[in-house]
């Protein structure tokens, strides 16, 4: 069984950074896509970046251009986002995803498309 476990989350000011981590067990890690989604209270969850198999290639969402980055460690098993420049409208659960894909499609941002879901970590952008 494939089982995502966020971390890193937590309260930062506005224009302050946070690094999000997410570890991945029970799986073959570096066969999965990953990404990273958010949702804010009252709203969709929102796709924010995905990463390649071997993390080679990204894709961001509009909320995530030049100010997010997303990587991963195959080694370890783990993928990151990496928050800078946030703002009070970044406040949200964020939630990191893998895919089985045959393709090694990457570029995915509807939620339905990813198979395993992480329980989420809150980050709240605040002064």
């Known amino acids: 069984q494939v089982q995502l476990v966020e971390s890193g989350g937590g309260l930062v000011q506005p224009g302050g950074s946070l690094r999000l981590s997410c570890a991945v067990s029970g799986g073959t890690f570096s066969t999965y896509p990953m990404a990273w989604f958010r949702q804010a209270p009252g709203k969709e969850r929102e796709f924010v970046a995905a990463?390649?198999?071997?993390?080679?290639?990204?894709y961001s969402g509009d909320s995530a251009k030049g100010q997010f980055t997303i990587s991963r460690d195959n080694a370890k098993n783990t993928v990151h986002l990496q928050m800078d420049r946030l703002k009070p409208e970044d406040t949200a659960v964020y939630y990191c995803?893998?895919?089985?894909?045959?393709?090694?499609?990457?570029?995915?941002?509807?939620?339905?498309?990813?198979?395993?879901w992480g329980q989420g970590t809150q980050v709240t952008v605040s002064s």
């Open positions: 995803a893998a895919r089985t894909s045959v393709s090694g499609r990457y570029a995915v941002t509807q939620v339905y498309e990813y198979d395993y």
């Open positions: 990463i390649s198999r071997r993390g080679g290639a990204t």
